[in-house]
């Protein structure tokens, strides 16, 4: 099982990172302020069979979440790719229509330890 987690927020992710290793040792949690590196990594994967998680900021500077999502559809990337976008605005609901093969939930950002759990649940019905 992977986690990738990519928000522009270096806080964010050491945070969310913390929380999400907690959940097992089976898991490997990657975070990334740039969502470039994270694409590139995630198309790096030479087994598209590991359940992959990806928790995915909305609002950044440089590749906004939907970009990064239209970019993992324009490259074919497989749908074993589960994202769940974690943003602080409501408004971005929207996201799922858009993308339905990969955005599975929306949670609010900062993650607590109740999403965490809920994502733990996720994960568990993955494996």
Known sequence: MEIYIVDDFVM???????????????????????PGEALKDLGSRT????????????????????????RMELD?????????????????RGLAEQYPQYVRDFVRKPLKLRQVGAITEYITNML
């Open 47 to 70: 087994d598209e069979y590991v359940p992959t998680l990806l928790l995915l900021d909305i609002h950044m500077p440089e590749m906004s979440g939907s970009q990064f999502l239209e």
């Open 12 to 34: 964010v992710n050491i945070l969310h990172e913390v929380l999400l290793r907690n959940i097992g040792t089976d898991i490997l949690v990657k975070s990334f302020i740039d």
């Open 76 to 92: 074919g990337f497989p749908r074993t790719i589960d994202v769940i976008i974690v943003t602080t605005s409501v408004s971005d």
